[in-house]
Nanobody
Framework: VQLQASGGGLVQAGGSLRLSCAASGGRFSLYTAAWFRQAPGKEREFVAAISWRGGSGTYYADSVKGRFAISRDNDMNTMYLQMNSLKPEDTAVYYC?????????????????WGQGTLVTVSS
Protein backbone atom coordinates (compact mmCIF):
# COMPACT_ATOMS: atom_id res chain seq x y z
CA VAL A 1 0.00 0.00 0.00
CA GLN A 2 1.20 3.53 -0.77
CA LEU A 3 0.54 6.38 1.67
CA GLN A 4 0.41 10.11 0.95
CA ALA A 5 0.30 12.56 3.86
CA SER A 6 -0.93 16.12 3.45
CA GLY A 7 -2.34 19.05 5.37
CA GLY A 8 0.72 20.39 7.16
CA GLY A 9 1.52 24.06 7.38
CA LEU A 10 2.32 27.01 9.61
CA VAL A 11 -0.06 27.79 12.45
CA GLN A 12 0.05 29.92 15.58
CA ALA A 13 0.07 28.35 19.01
CA GLY A 14 -3.46 27.47 20.05
CA GLY A 15 -4.54 26.93 16.47
CA SER A 16 -5.70 23.81 14.65
CA LEU A 17 -4.74 21.75 11.64
CA ARG A 18 -6.11 18.57 10.09
CA LEU A 19 -3.72 16.13 8.48
CA SER A 20 -4.85 13.57 5.93
CA CYS A 21 -3.27 10.31 4.80
CA ALA A 22 -4.54 8.87 1.54
CA ALA A 23 -3.88 5.20 0.88
CA SER A 24 -3.74 3.43 -2.46
CA GLY A 25 -2.72 0.09 -3.85
CA GLY A 26 -4.13 -2.09 -1.11
CA ARG A 27 -7.04 -2.81 1.17
CA PHE A 28 -6.47 -0.02 3.65
CA SER A 29 -9.33 -1.31 5.78
CA LEU A 30 -7.14 -4.29 6.78
CA TYR A 31 -4.36 -2.15 8.22
CA THR A 32 -3.74 -0.67 11.61
CA ALA A 33 -2.72 2.91 10.87
CA ALA A 34 -0.85 5.52 12.83
CA TRP A 35 0.75 8.95 12.91
CA PHE A 36 4.32 9.49 14.02
CA ARG A 37 6.33 12.70 14.10
CA GLN A 38 9.97 13.66 14.02
CA ALA A 39 11.32 16.98 15.21
CA PRO A 40 14.76 18.21 14.12
CA GLY A 41 17.51 16.35 15.93
CA LYS A 42 15.08 13.93 17.59
CA GLU A 43 13.97 10.39 16.99
CA ARG A 44 10.68 9.60 15.35
CA GLU A 45 7.97 9.30 17.99
CA PHE A 46 4.49 7.86 18.19
CA VAL A 47 1.55 10.27 18.09
CA ALA A 48 -1.64 8.25 17.59
CA ALA A 49 -2.90 4.95 16.16
CA ILE A 50 -6.23 3.55 15.06
CA SER A 51 -7.23 -0.07 14.59
CA TRP A 52 -8.55 -1.35 11.29
CA ARG A 53 -12.06 -1.13 12.72
CA GLY A 54 -11.68 2.49 13.79
CA GLY A 55 -14.19 3.56 16.37
CA SER A 56 -13.00 3.03 19.94
CA GLY A 57 -9.77 1.38 18.81
CA THR A 58 -7.69 4.54 19.11
CA TYR A 59 -4.51 5.16 21.04
CA TYR A 60 -2.61 8.36 21.82
CA ALA A 61 0.70 9.50 23.16
CA ASP A 62 0.29 11.24 26.50
CA SER A 63 1.65 14.45 25.02
CA VAL A 64 -1.28 14.80 22.58
CA LYS A 65 -4.12 13.13 24.50
CA GLY A 66 -7.13 15.43 24.70
CA ARG A 67 -5.82 17.70 21.92
CA PHE A 68 -5.48 15.40 18.91
CA ALA A 69 -8.04 13.03 17.41
CA ILE A 70 -7.32 10.24 14.94
CA SER A 71 -9.99 8.87 12.64
CA ARG A 72 -10.32 6.94 9.42
CA ASP A 73 -12.74 6.52 6.55
CA ASN A 74 -12.15 3.08 5.08
CA ASP A 75 -14.55 3.74 2.21
CA MET A 76 -12.36 6.69 1.21
CA ASN A 77 -9.08 4.90 2.07
CA THR A 78 -8.12 7.90 4.17
CA MET A 79 -6.95 8.52 7.71
CA TYR A 80 -7.05 11.86 9.51
CA LEU A 81 -5.40 13.58 12.43
CA GLN A 82 -7.27 16.55 13.84
CA MET A 83 -4.84 18.63 15.86
CA ASN A 84 -6.22 21.28 18.21
CA SER A 85 -4.62 23.55 20.80
CA LEU A 86 -1.32 23.24 19.01
CA LYS A 87 1.88 24.06 20.87
CA PRO A 88 5.34 25.01 19.58
CA GLU A 89 6.60 21.63 20.78
CA ASP A 90 4.25 19.96 18.28
CA THR A 91 6.46 21.29 15.48
CA ALA A 92 7.72 18.31 13.47
CA VAL A 93 7.41 16.37 10.26
CA TYR A 94 4.35 14.15 10.64
CA TYR A 95 4.35 10.73 9.00
CA CYS A 96 1.49 8.33 8.47
CA UNK A 97 2.17 4.62 8.67
CA UNK A 98 0.33 1.33 8.32
CA UNK A 99 0.81 -2.30 9.31
CA UNK A 100 -0.98 -5.62 9.18
CA UNK A 101 1.09 -7.55 11.69
CA UNK A 102 0.58 -7.52 15.40
CA UNK A 103 2.84 -6.09 18.04
CA UNK A 104 2.99 -2.70 19.63
CA UNK A 105 1.00 0.00 17.86
CA UNK A 106 3.44 2.66 19.08
CA UNK A 107 6.70 1.14 17.85
CA UNK A 108 8.20 2.43 14.62
CA UNK A 109 9.75 -0.92 13.69
CA UNK A 110 6.39 -2.71 13.50
CA UNK A 111 5.13 -0.52 10.66
CA UNK A 112 5.77 -1.66 7.11
CA UNK A 113 4.39 1.24 5.08
CA TRP A 114 5.18 4.93 5.43
CA GLY A 115 4.06 8.15 3.81
CA GLN A 116 6.52 10.86 2.83
CA GLY A 117 5.75 13.21 5.73
CA THR A 118 4.16 16.62 6.01
CA LEU A 119 5.69 19.52 7.96
CA VAL A 120 3.78 21.13 10.80
CA THR A 121 5.23 24.33 12.23
CA VAL A 122 3.66 25.95 15.30
CA SER A 123 4.79 29.47 16.06
CA SER A 124 4.69 30.95 19.57
Amino acid sequence: VQLQASGGGLVQAGGSLRLSCAASGGRFSLYTAAWFRQAPGKEREFVAAISWRGGSGTYYADSVKGRFAISRDNDMNTMYLQMNSLKPEDTAVYYCAAKTRGGSFSTVEFYDYWGQGTLVTVSS
